[in-house]
């Protein structure tokens, strides 16, 4: 018994630092990881987010930011400041 409660507790902060690891390698605003735009960045989409970029746009003379994937360049979304006029 006492084996199997060292274990479970060994793999959940493995498990914890993994997932510390992953936020602290990937540097992005959370506002660009959160790709479903609930407000809370689960494992999957901080893992996905590795293989995306951001670059800046200018939509409607407002100064953006596109967050694409890397492989074929494609937007997957669109972030917009609410004030930020283009210089």
Do not use: Y
């Amino acid at each position: 018994m006492k084996k199997r409660t060292l274990f479970a507790l060994a793999v959940t902060g493995l498990g914890l630092a993994a997932a510390a690891g992953l936020f602290r390698i990937n540097t992005d605003p959370a506002v660009f990881i959160d790709l479903d735009g609930d407000g809370l960045v689960t494992p999957r989409e901080a893992l996905s987010s590795l293989d995306l970029g951001q670059r800046p746009a200018e939509i409607d003379g407002r100064r953006c930011t596109e967050i694409f994937e890397l492989k074929d360049g494609e937007t997957i979304r669109t972030h917009c400041d609410l004030a930020s006029p283009a210089s």
